[in-house]
């Protein structure tokens, strides 16, 4: 199984090219407790975003990328979004998660069943160059769950929200 997991902004933008538009400490536990023990897929830039460049504890890391000189201690590396869905065919029995960044949340989003969005009604402090696919206006997606609770955090206010692909008879 394949999910992705997201922090947008009102008009879904993820980040402004050098890192995330929000700093949530709320949601960053939310993320750790989604993720943890799950492999996780991203892109180069995602994983230099990290500290240290470092690969996220207690968590297979799966970068994805085309530059096919890249390597970084504890990730394992693929080429091709082909390579990438081989890889999780092999292992039916995992649940992945995409944590980003654009390109490949783009590339993934037709392998995901399960969006995990934590939806920020607070506009953005820097303006968003790099955004999540709008799943309100896909036929294919709904919201099916959201927390009754805004949480507010460094200005920001937001909630956590599920979103599904719709399923077809």
Known sequence: M??????????????DGKGMLYRLPGDLKYFRKVTLGH?????????????GGK???????????RDRSFTAEGVTVVHSVAALRRLVAARPDEHFFVIGGGEIYAK???????CYV????????IEASV???DLSKKRSWVMESASEAHTEENGAVYRFAVWRRRRTH
């Open 108 to 114: 993934l989003l037709p392998d995901c069943d399960t």
């Open 55 to 65: 690969p996220l504890p207690g968590r297979e890391n799966i970068v994805l990328t």
């Open 2 to 15: 394949v999910s992705a997991i997201v922090a947008v902004s009102p008009d879904w933008g993820i980040g």
């Open 39 to 51: 492999p996780v897929i991203m892109g180069r830039k995602t994983l230099q975003s990290f500290p």
């Open 131 to 133: 955004f999540f696919p």
């Open 118 to 125: 934590t939806m920020v009604e607070t506009e953005a402090p």
